[in-house]
């Protein structure tokens, strides 16, 4: 199979073969169990030392979570993948498997609130330090970078603001340098930005968003890709007393089953069913997102529109170098005043109120008073969040009625 539709819906084939079902089920059934049970004392403790294919305790692995794993690792061409409870289960159990007390990473300010707080707050209190530095700017990266750098940490296209980075640039640093690459993808997915081809050797994501799509439960995964820098980083190396030191093996080993951030397997089935629908629902979502952004263009009441997709926008070209040319789903765009925003909500219909994004239904939020309401308004202003900004995450529903409901909702401005 070389398509990335076929290889969505049908799974690696080695992989179906190894784990064939009793019954001959075409969809892997939801193992909801703690734990497995063993004929010999040998085989269990065989089991347990992963010298076979087993599983033994649902924290440590499970077929319904090995499946989605295996299906995400065979469309992103990774060399493996772990999937946990929540997209920040994955991005902090990441970057703690990579730092130690007194190391650091390298990233931006613009990025996904929780992250942020994890970075300035949480592992700031482990004696990580994340450095918040100007990623568009590779001398200030270089001139952050010590003995002590593990990663760099980015958003490949950031929320809300949408800027889109430089990752061939950002990747040469992190080579140089040895440092790992840690992308999260969760707005594009690999349909749209192939981490392997960029030399990302983490890529994190939220699997709640697109590939759940309805919105119906909390996962993450972390997908690790094949890389010579694993061998360098001094806390993988701990963990593995003999043979090759991968992200995977050391992380399994440790990080892992000690910090139980495991993905039940009911959450796991809704997300292999969501999975396979993924690209379908990106290419609609993205579709209605230009059609929405080129309608908003043209009203008066509209100060302005920020979305990658658009041709005047100031990321096109990275979008069409980096991203095939697809903005995704999310944008946004700017009203007179936040009266003017709240009024404008409360009018919408169709379009709901909610903090979701890339789901099948168009979600709008004013992300200056909900997502980002913990922080002062000095705090506000430093990270560039506007009163007058409105998000938009485009569903699949048809855009002549997303067009409308806006049309309306304006009308009492
Ligand atoms: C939602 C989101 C996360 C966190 O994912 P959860 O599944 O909610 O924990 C991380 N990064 C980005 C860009 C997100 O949109």
């Not at 063993?38 to 499970?62: L, M, P, Q, W």
């Not at 980075?165 to 790992?180: G, P, R, V, Y």
Request: hydrophobic residues 35%; proline residues 2%.
């Amino acid at each position: 199979m070389k398509g990335f539709n076929s290889k969505l819906v049908h799974g690696d084939k080695n992989f179906r073969d190894k784990n064939k079902d009793k019954f001959g089920a075409l969809r892997t059934p939801i193992y909801d169990c703690a734990a497995f049970e063993y004929d010999s004392s040998e085989e269990i403790a065989d089991a347990f030392e992963g010298k076979v294919c087993g599983h033994a305790y649902t924290r440590i692995s499970n077929p319904t979570v090995a499946e989605l794993e295996s299906r995400i690792a065979y469309i992103s061409g990774a060399e493996s993948v772990v999937c946990l409870s929540s997209g920040m289960a994955a991005i902090s159990n990441a970057v703690i498997s990579l730092c130690a007390a007194g190391d650091n990473i390298i990233t931006s300010k613009y990025l996904f609130g929780n992250t942020y707080s994890l970075f300035k707050n949480t592992i700031a209190s482990f004696g990580i330090e994340a450095r918040f530095v100007d990623l568009t700017n590779p001398e200030e990266i270089k001139n952050n970078i010590d003995e002590k750098t593990r990663a760099i940490f980015l958003e490949n296209i950031t929320n809300p603001h949408l800027i889109i980075f430089d990752m061939e640039k950002i990747s040469t640093i992190a080579d140089e340098n040895d440092l790992i690459l840690i992308v999260d993808n969760t707005l594009l997915t690999n349909y749209i930005f192939d981490c392997k081809k960029f030399g990302v050797d983490i890529e994190v994501i939220s699997n709640t968003k697109i590939i759940s799509g309805g919105g119906t439960s909390v996962g993450g995964s972390i997908i690790a890709y094949k890389s010579d820098k694993w061998a360098k980083n001094p806390k993988l190396n701990l963990n593995i007393k003999e043979g090759e030191v991968t992200f995977m093996k050391s992380y399994r080993k440790e990080i892992y089953k000690n910090f139980g951030s495991c993905l039940s397997p009911q959450n796991a089935y809704y997300q292999i069913l969501g999975l396979e629908t993924m690209s379908l629902r990106i290419d609609k979502n993205s579709g209605n997102a230009l059609k929405v952004a080129k309608f908003l263009e043209t009203e008066e009441k509209v100060k302005s529109v920020n979305y990658t997709g658009l041709t005047n926008n100031k990321y096109h070209s990275l979008t069409k170098k980096q991203f095939k040319g697809n903005g995704g789903s999310l944008l946004t765009f700017e009203l007179g005043s936040k009266e003017e925003c709240y009024k404008f909500m409360n009018e919408l219909s169709m379009i709901r109120r909610s903090t979701n994004l890339c789901e099948n239904k168009t979600l709008i939020i004013h992300p200056y008073s909900t997502i980002f309401c913990e922080y002062s308004e000095d705090k506000k202003k430093e990270l560039e969040i506007s009163d007058k900004m409105l998000r938009l995450s485009l569903g699949i529903e048809d855009a002549c009625d997303i067009i409308e409901d806006i049309k309306k909702a304006l009308t009492v401005l």
